[in-house]
């Protein structure tokens, strides 16, 4: 599996087809985010609502096969700097690894506050066999920022080669992953109500 980045970049216009979709993405998972923050804000306190949408943000980030919790950070910094989303996804990837771990230090309770940052610590906590959905999210999220930065190298869908070859594998890990993830978080509740699954 190649991939090539186009070095001949089109220059970033709200008006451009996948540019308009890039911004319309952002800005709803944005709000979703901010959203969040206002309902645990609301809920607790400011100061918890951070910390949980911190979380719920590294839970994306690290959980899921699909870059969004990423994006919300990669995209202006590719805007203003020009700095590729799948480099910028990295360094992400470690950020939100030591928030988990001074969080799990220093404030493990404020992963009780919500079902997904309860699963989060459950999947940081027992590697066997939770930390395949972390193995599982990298190899998706690497493919979508990857896809995220070829939407913002060309004018139109049209022009999205790297897309065109890779969406089937993109899509099995995305399946595969949200399976998983799904599984696991069937099991964190059923165990959250007591309730036993027989052998």
Request: glycine share 4%.
């Amino acid at each position: 599996m190649t991939f090539k980045i186009d070095r001949n970049c089109a220059k970033f216009h709200h008006r451009n087809e996948t540019h308009k979709k890039t911004i319309l993405k952002f800005v709803l998972l944005v709000a979703i985010l901010v959203a969040y923050f206002l309902y645990m804000s609301w809920k607790f306190d400011a100061g918890t609502g951070f910390a949980v949408s911190v979380l719920m943000w590294s839970f994306f980030v690290l959980c899921t096969p699909v870059a969004d919790g990423g994006f919300i950070l990669a995209f202006p910094v590719r805007l203003l700097f020009d700095i590729k989303m799948s480099r910028t996804q990295v360094v992400l990837w470690f950020v939100a690894i030591g928030i988990n771990v001074f969080m799990l230090q220093y404030s493990p309770e404020s992963y009780d506050l919500s079902f997904l940052t309860s699963l989060l610590k459950k999947i940081l906590l027992e590697p066997y066999p939770y930390w395949s959905i972390l193995i599982i999210s990298a190899l998706g999220t690497f493919l979508s920022i990857f896809f995220g930065d070829e939407m913002m190298d060309v004018t139109l869908h049209k022009d999205r080669v790297n897309h065109q070859r890779h969406k089937i594998n993109y899509r099995i890990i995305l399946v595969v992953g949200l399976a998983v993830l799904t599984v696991m978080a069937y099991y964190h509740l059923l165990s959250g109500l007591d309730i036993v699954i027989p052998e």
